[in-house]
T-cell receptor, first 108, second 113 residues
Framework: GIQVEQSPPDLILQEGANSTLRCNFS?????LQWFHQNPWGQLINLFY???GTKQNGRLSATTVATERYSLLYISSSQTTDSGVYFC??????????FGTGTSLTVIP | DTEVTQTPKHLVMGMTNKKSLKCEQH?????MYWYKQKAKKPPELMFV???????INESVPSRFSPECPNSSLLNLHLHALQPEDSALYLC????????????FGAGSRLTVL
C-alpha cells in the first residue's frame, strides 16, 4: 500500500503564530485529503487537494503531485486549531491510508 | 453537524456480550467504511463496502462482522471481543471510490471489560 508520512509529529505554537505541516506519500495519487481531528475524536475534512493550491480562511493547502508531497499552512493560529492533523491518500481501490498525524497544541 | 451519524457514541461491553455499532448516511454515497483508531494512532481501515457489497476486508478478526443492509446503513456486529479491541470506531462514506471525499461520523468509543 501507499506509505504516508507526516512531519513534524508534534507542534506547540503561541496563539497568532503561523505553521506548516508536511505530508509525503510514496506513490502517485489521484486524491489527497487533509483532516483535523478535534479532542472529541471527530474527523473534519479540511481539503480535498490532489494537486494545486486551495485556501479556506486561515488555512491553505498545496499538493505537488509530481514530487509526492502536500503542505498544510495554518496562519494566525487559534486555540481552537489544536488537535491532530492527518493527511490521507487512497491506493487504486477504496483503501485510504492515513499518515501518522501532527499533534498541534496552540497556547494562549 | 456531521452528515454521517453513528450510534451509540459510547459503548461498554463485556467479553461475552454481543453488541452492534450503527452508521447512517443520507448523502447518496455508495461507498462506506469502518475504521478503528487507537489512542494517539491514525485510523486503520477495517472494511469497505462499495455498492452494498463488501469489497475490502483488511484481515479483521471474525469477532467483528460488518453488514450493509442498504445503501444508507452500515452496521458492525461485535461478539466475544477482547480488551485490546477497545478503541474509537469511525464510520465514513464517499460518493463511490478513489477520487472522492471521505466524510466521517463522530465515532463510537468502545470499551471492552
Amino acid at each position: 500500500g501507499i506509505q504516508v508520512e507526516q512531519s513534524p509529529p508534534d507542534l506547540i505554537l503561541q496563539e497568532g503564530a503561523n505553521s506548516t505541516l508536511r505530508c509525503n506519500f510514496s506513490d502517485s495519487v489521484n486524491n489527497l485529503q487533509w483532516f483535523h481531528q478535534n479532542p472529541w475524536g471527530q474527523l473534519i475534512n479540511l481539503f480535498y487537494i490532489p494537486s494545486g493550491t486551495k485556501q479556506n480562511g486561515r488555512l491553505s493547502a498545496t499538493t505537488v503531485a509530481t514530487e509526492r508531497y502536500s503542505l498544510l499552512y495554518i496562519s494566525s493560529s487559534q486555540t481552537t486549531d489544536s488537535g491532530v492533523y492527518f493527511c490521507a491518500a487512497p491506493n487504486t481501490g477504496n483503501q485510504f491510508y492515513f499518515g501518522t498525524g501532527t499533534s498541534l497544541t496552540v497556547i494562549p | 453537524d456531521t452528515e454521517v451519524t453513528q450510534t451509540p457514541k459510547h459503548l461498554v461491553m463485556g467479553m461475552t456480550n454481543k453488541k452492534s455499532l450503527k452508521c447512517e448516511q443520507h448523502m447518496g454515497h455508495r461507498a462506506m467504511y469502518w475504521y478503528k483508531q487507537k489512542a494517539k494512532k491514525p485510523p486503520e481501515l477495517m472494511f469497505v463496502y462499495s455498492y452494498e457489497k463488501l469489497s475490502i476486508n483488511e484481515s479483521v478478526p471474525s469477532r467483528f462482522s460488518p453488514e450493509c443492509p442498504n445503501s444508507s446503513l452500515l452496521n458492525l456486529h461485535l461478539h466475544a471481543l477482547q480488551p485490546e479491541d477497545s478503541a474509537l470506531y469511525l464510520c465514513a462514506s464517499s460518493r463511490s471510490s478513489g477520487a472522492n471525499v471521505l466524510t466521517f461520523g463522530a465515532g463510537s468509543r468502545l470499551t471492552v471489560l
